[in-house]
């Protein structure tokens, strides 16, 4: 499982498709209704079902830039890190 979350820590989206993209460690996040406030910095984490307090380290920042008033929505892709665990999810 991968979870996404904005620069201001705010878990923003979940995917958890069973079946892995790429090389297991690539994820598409969809995000819905798209606004300039949800614009900036994301960064991906991985963990697992049976241990959600347990977070891999983030992957690298990527950056959402919307452009104009609303978007219906966006798809942001990213490799994701696994192993490396750590505790928490900040």
Known sequence: ???????????TAQNRS???????????FHVPHVS????GAYQCYGTSR??????SHPSDQLQ???KG????HAFLGTSCPGGG?????S
């Open 1 to 11: 499982m991968f979870v996404l979350t904005h620069e201001d820590g705010v878990r």
């Open 69 to 72: 008033e609303d978007a219906p």
């Open 36 to 39: 300039p406030t949800q614009a």
């Open 64 to 66: 959402l830039e919307v």
């Open 18 to 28: 069973s079946t892995p993209q790429g090389n297991g460690r690539q994820a598409t």
């Open 50 to 55: 049976s241990s959600p307090h347990l977070w």
């Open 85 to 89: 665990w750590r505790e928490g999810g």
